[in-house]
């Protein structure tokens, strides 16, 4: 196969450096420069798959935030409804009260923990983004990586 002859312009501060890497490792610059070409070029380079990761985890961080957004949202409603309906109550009713809301809090418990067991969310209640749904979004994320 008969190579090609290039003639790149550098910055000499660049040049200097590639001078200094080429003969540190005693190497020919032709060698790094086809190297270097042969990595920027390539499609299925570290770089690209780092990038594709990343956007992936970015993603799936936005996801994370909008639903810790829904659930920050769903609970002050939650607390304005309990305070707006949750009379105060007097020193004789307090003792009683304390050992109902113990057993109703362990109720609750529970039943998040069955909910959970079951693989249900509450968060799968809420309507999904317009974007689509988690297959749709596997699905684009498959065909970049391909």
Known sequence: MKRKNIHPYLSPELFKSFKSYCSSRNISQSSVVEAALQEYLDDNSDIRL????????????????????ALAEAFGVFVQLWFAHTPRLGD???????????????QFVEYVARQLGGGHRFINDLVEDVLGDEEELKKAVDDDEN
Do not use: F, I, N, P
């Open 92 to 106: 004789e009713d307090k003792k009683g009260a304390e050992k109902e809301a113990w057993s109703r809090y362990s």
């Open 50 to 69: 780092l990038l594709r990761r990343l956007d992936r985890q970015g993603r799936h961080l936005d996801r994370v935030e909008r639903d810790l957004t």
